[in-house]
């Protein structure tokens, strides 16, 4: 008889120990699930953002260009001016500041 309740409770620790393993497998999957959501997210976020940025780079352009042609005009007042111009993504004007800073052409 005692052998049996043994027996007995060992297989019902047994059946809790799957029970657990099976409930963090799938909390683990959930995880990655999650995880993997989230990534995918910040990617197309940041495909975006960078469709976006072209979209202000491109209608900026000639006003970019125009300041970076002015021969009568220093490096620190072009990168002033570009500073200055507004619903520029911070990524399009550090890319203009660098070509008024370089001499460069600004690029898309």
């Known amino acids: 008889r005692a052998a ?3 027996l007995a409770a060992e297989q019902a620790r047994e059946a809790k120990e799957k029970e657990y393993a099976e409930a963090e497998a799938a909390r683990v999957a959930a ?9 995918l997210a910040a990617k197309v976020a940041a495909e975006e953002k960078a469709k976006d940025d072209e979209v202000a780079a491109r209608a900026n352009k000639p006003q970019i260009d125009a300041i970076l042609a002015d021969r009568d005009t220093s490096k620190q007042q ?5 500073n200055r111009l507004k619903d520029l993504p911070a ?3 550090q890319r203009a500041m660098q070509a008024a800073q370089t001499g460069k052409d600004f690029t898309i």
């Open 4 to 6: 049996a309740e043994r």
């Open 31 to 39: 995880e990655e699930r999650r995880a993997a959501d989230e990534a």
């Open 78 to 82: 072009k990168i002033l001016a570009i």
């Open 91 to 93: 990524t399009v004007k």
